[in-house]
RNA sequence: GCCCUCAUGGCGGAAUGGCAGACGCUACGGACUUAAAAUCCGUUGACCGAAAGGUCGUGUGGGUUCGAAUCCCACUGGGGGCACCA
């Protein structure tokens, strides 16, 4: 079995985090996965017999954050893999310790998540030492503690953390408080248990029972605590990651064989450079072998390797599927490269990613995996960045067509929705069903679809017409087969065309939301397709060229529109923000419709901004207007300035910031005429009559406001 | 339980401190047509009003500001992630 040490880069991939123009949900999405936790190893000597050959008393090193609650540990727990179980339980509790230990090891980790309210666990009959008070306390297995984080050991401290309190409680175990609120400094709490009453006290506040920390905030005891701790020997700060080693073998026949050979005595080597690349061998049978020997192992040819007279075997596991997505992204820079993975000089050149366009469930797997490859490989100078992807964005899921459902009773009766709790889909015979429980008779609730017809939007949530009483839930799902949801693309492409399609997806809404299909609204875009088609071309019985070409002058308006558009389509695009984009040049050819004819220079124009949304249709265009080869190759086209504003401007005018009336002035006028300008304004005197004006306030071309009194 | 995120018309959404509802869909009215489709023109947040105009309005309650969908605090609801991580 191979390993990647990730975990050595735990730090790295936390901190570079910050460099990245990533959306933060997903930086934390990482950073939790990572999981960093800063706190303290602590030793406790286990009262056990010392073996001949053992100098000290052995010892059991726990892992807290909360090294400023030592004294009030009273009690330790190890998991039950710990390798020190066996020399700590006591002979009489051998067959309790063996029989708890079995019954987790059969123990699925969803039962063991199931049972978390309930604490089991038993006692081993040996003790630990509490290094900070020298008490002994009793030393119990349970499976609440894991043995793959920290040191698959804890110091339990039940008056301050709700799992060791609830076991506390179970077990009968002391419960010692060792913090307080800080108000404790100023009016002492008479009767600390009271703070333990019903729940572990996890806040932070002040240490008490606590000798030498006495009276210290949380944070300065924990320093403290850790200082005390290196200087008897008996522990140090420590930091711990949840991340954990990553398991890089696979017992599959297709995947990445590993460049390794391994001796008699199983020592491995790795292959030589020349000896690469390494070829799955092509066999018969790559069917799994049903025992836990790789598939590879049936290739006996293949398995022999020589070496300087020495006889190998060949690696027989496979690496997984993410072996290849960890690095693509190099590889397509230079995918013939026969001598290298990546030429140095096109790494330098293309490296980072400048735009990593990709779903939110790569979140912690894939794009951790790939980060941390890229470490690898950049600490051993193969490529030149820190990180592979500068900027990452996610792209909202489309959802099936919203769905409404009302919930039904077993006996039949309709319920409201706002009775039924847990709602999920659940598979049946018919397929996947909506189903709750009822908060009332906690009986099972059957969801069934109502059509949009059924129902109103009411302050509310959705009602059902016929009984506005019933709350409809209204919701639209992923889509899958298995839910009847699927809305296949060729469908639309051969109704509508690719270009109609494509900008339906992208005038939904913004790129990263996520965003329920409506086949009702594609029209839309078909007809701003169709209406851009005779605007710029002409009618049907044009089969070359364009009849709508002219001389006749644009107006001034829509020249102006067409460079504001030129300026907004360029920004939105550049932002991602393509629904805007889309949404300005519907504008523009709004306002050719009913245009005698279009000059040379807009319908080029206009093709030329509509090509990275409708290529096709774009493309056509193009060619109508007489030109040969992809306006792919044409550059984009620029905006005057000059011709962005109009003469005049219309400016809103508030009175106490209630919009009053506009006023419409020439675009130069200087703030005093454009207040006297708006104090004239016929809806705005009323609301200046008998009062004092207190303030004006002038937005340059965007608004007055009159503060009046 | 912890963390993140979102909430705007009948629907998708626009506006990130300055005219709420751009743009599209739906619905309604009209033009063209023998008719339909397509197309074109208009209306479409709620309430009051004949109109001019007014009042209310961005999940709920408070706050900051001349001015809040936008910033701050609390809450409610939806979506996502993690989940006995000491």
Redesign the pocket.
Known sequence: QWMLRITAYGDRLLKDLDMLAWP??LK??QR??I?R?I?AEVDFEIDVPKLPDEQDQPIVTV????PDTLYGATYMVL?PEHPLVDRITSPEHKAQVDAYRQQVARKSDRD??A??KQ?TGVFTGGHAVNPANDQKIPIYIA????M???T?A?MAVPAH?Q?DYDFAKAFGLPINVVVAPVSHLTSPISDLNSLIAQHAFEEEGVAVNSDEINGLPTAQAKEEMAVLLDAEGVGHRSV?F?LRDWLFSRQRYWGEPFPIVLDEKGNAFSLQDDELPLMLPEIEDFKPTGTPEPPLTKAKDWLKYERDGRSFKRETNTMPQWAGSCWYYLRYIDPTNETAFIDKAKEAYWMPVDLYVGG?EH??LHLLYARFWHKVLFDLDHVSTPEPFQRLVNQGLILGE?EYHVFHAPDGTVVTASEARD?AEEATPDGLRLCAISTKTAQRLEGKRVSEEEIE?TANGFRLKADPNIRVDA?SFKMSKSRGNVVNPDSIVAEYGADTFRLYEM????LE????W?T??I???S??L??VWRNLVGGEEQTTGTSRMGSVALPEAIERQLHRTIKKVGQDIEAM?F??A??EL??LN?EL??LESVPQYLGETFALLLAPLAPHIAEEIWHRLGHEGSLARIPWPSYDPAKLVDTDM?L?V?V?????D?ITVPADSDEAAVLAAAEAAT?VKPWLAGKAIV?R?Y?AG??V?I?VK
């Not at 499976?143 to 894991?146: A, C, E, G, L, S």
């Open positions: 933060d949900s934390e999405m939790n996965w999981g936790s706190g892992f807290t954050t909360r998991a063991r998540l049972d978390s604490k499976d609440y503690v894991m793959g984080y920290g698959g804890i953390d799992r711990k949840k939110v979140a912690v919203m709602i939007k919701r005038y939904m809404g913004p939301a996520q965003k329920p409506n009702r609204d029209v839309g875009m007809r701003f169709n209406s923000s629904n805007t889309i949404a519907i504008k709004n419709t009913g219309e809103p508030q106490n910031g209630r919009l009053r506009k809806n303030k306030i937005v965007k608004l406001n503060v």
